[in-house]
T-cell receptor, first 110, second 113 residues
């Protein structure tokens, strides 16, 4: 069973600082690693999908890397803005279901 | 961009009552899922559905729960005889063939009183 851990649980940074969010998983035979954003009381918005044959994906200010051998993924958010404040979840799959981490709650201070 | 649609967004029900949560997955997706998130906890898998049958279910998904695809577009989760501990956000998701990503709906917040 895939276990996913996210550290830190919470992060507060001033606007403009780069964010680094960490995700670790136990089973290196991972198919996909997907990063989501969740606003309070809301649904899950997909940010980036990294397939097992890929090492990273980029979208705008977001970049996510995947290192299967070390069981880690990192989400980088460049030049953070107050609108980036949210909880970020990573989720991995070895089959057709996702295993989620508990998330990192980010606060970007104006 | 295609969306997964869930209704209702919020449902309050009395303990012991039955509820049906509804979802319209993305039209060309083949795999359908229900997940739930109890307040302050991780998102957890309930069930996956493919080719008109359950392909996998978690230990949470006991006889109290059932899923159905009554027509070509809707996907429902029925919870019989609701309990206080069923209070959670329930998410529907769908995915296409192969190792593509998952698209989630905005969720139904179920409150059992």
């Amino acid at each position: 069973k895939q276990e996913v851990t996210q550290i830190p649980a919470a992060l507060s940074v001033p606007e403009g600082e780069n964010l680094v969010l960490n995700c670790s998983f136990t089973d290196s035979a991972i198919y996909n690693l997907q990063w989501f954003r969740q606003d309070p009381g809301k649904g899950l918005t997909s940010l980036l999908l990294i397939q097992s044959s890929q090492r990273e994906q980029t979208s705008g200010r977001l970049n996510a890397s995947l290192d299967k051998s070390s069981g880690r993924s990192t989400l980088y958010i460049a030049a953070s803005q107050p609108g980036d404040s949210a909880t970020y979840l990573c989720a991995g799959t070895n089959d057709y279901k996702l295993s989620f981490g508990a998330g990192t709650t980010v606060t970007v201070r104006a | 961009e295609p969306e997964v649609t869930q209704t209702p967004s919020h449902q309050v029900t009395q303990m012991g009552q039955e509820v049906i949560l509804r979802c319209v997955p993305i039209s060309n997706h083949l795999y359908f899922y229900w997940y739930r998130q109890i307040l302050g906890q991780k998102v957890e898998f309930l069930v996956s559905f493919y080719n008109n049958e359950i392909s996998e279910k978690s230990e949470i998904f006991d006889d109290q729960f059932s899923v159905e695809r009554p027509d070509g577009s809707n996907f429902t989760l029925k919870i019989r005889s609701t309990k206080l501990e069923d209070s959670a956000m329930y998410f529907c998701a769908s995915s296409g063939e192969g190792t593509g990503g998952y698209t989630f709906g905005s969720g139904t917040r179920l409150t059992v009183v």
